[in-house]
């Protein structure tokens, strides 16, 4: 069997007790139930304990929403320029080394920012821009 799951109530460990009764035969049977350490709520049957749908269903889900975090986390990051670049020409957020942020985008065949005021910033003469960001997506009009 898989290690017991802790006490729901007190989240304190179990452990499983045993006992041997005489039937009335003579013969002994074994009584096997699972015992809180903490809060000495007991529970049978043992293979039962671990059996925990509503419990598992939310560990399933918080699982899938830390991903969707991490994936969200990880698309709306500032990414160093000394890292990488955004692809030729596709719009993003620039941070400059004082804060400022704009829209641009940075063209690799010029080696330029070209930002959506109108300006150009070449990669060497402007080394002040030193993040990007993707965009967020555009809210759905209807
Ligand atoms: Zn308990």
Redesign the pocket.
Known sequence: MDELKA?P????Q?ETRAKFTEDSEGYADRHEWVE?T????DFWPVDAWNTRPLEDAQAAEIAALKARIAEMEQAARWIPVGERLPPSGMPVLIATDIGMVKTAEHYSSVRQWSTDDGEYYHDEKYDWITHWCNLPEPPEVK
């Open positions: 006490c109530f007190c989240g304190e179990v809180c903490g809060c000495a709520r």
